[in-house]
């Protein structure tokens, strides 16, 4: 059984651990900002999340059975065409959810 200084002692030290991990990247942005690496990261790493995030929603997507996969295709294809014409992750996101729902609540 652990005691309540012991339980005490552990929830300060996690408290402590928690707050320096989110005061440390003020300090540190000074020195990050002026980072090429960083920089290039900012530019490149969106492109990658989202291409790792419609492989992971397209993967289970079974074709073989009503109905093909035609809802999450089609939103698919809808959001990357609203991205490529207003540049706007959230606006293509969001439109592609909305269809997504959309289809697979009422349509099909």
């Keep these: 059984m652990v005691s309540d200084t012991?339980?005490?002692?552990?929830?300060a030290v996690i408290?402590?651990?928690t707050i320096?991990?989110?005061?440390?990247p003020f300090?540190?942005?000074g020195q990050?900002?002026?980072?090429?690496?960083?920089?290039?990261?900012?530019?490149k790493m969106p492109?990658?999340?989202?291409?790792l995030l419609v492989a992971?929603?397209?993967?289970?997507?079974?074709l073989t059975t009503y109905p093909y996969g035609l809802?999450?295709?089609?939103?698919?294809?809808?959001?990357?065409v609203m991205y490529w014409k207003t540049d706007n992750s959230l606006l293509s996101i969001g439109g592609g959810l909305a269809l997504y729902m959309v289809l697979v609540n009422l349509v099909i």
């Design 71 to 80: 809802p999450l295709l089609g939103s698919l294809v809808v959001a990357a």
């Design 15 to 17: 408290s402590l651990v």
């Design 32 to 43: 990050l900002s002026s980072s090429a690496y960083m920089k290039y990261l900012g530019e």
């Design 6 to 11: 012991q339980a005490l002692v552990v929830i």
């Design 56 to 62: 992971y929603t397209v993967k289970d997507e079974d």
């Design 27 to 29: 300090f540190a942005i």
């Design 47 to 51: 492109t990658g999340v989202m291409i």
């Design 20 to 24: 320096a991990l989110r005061v440390i």
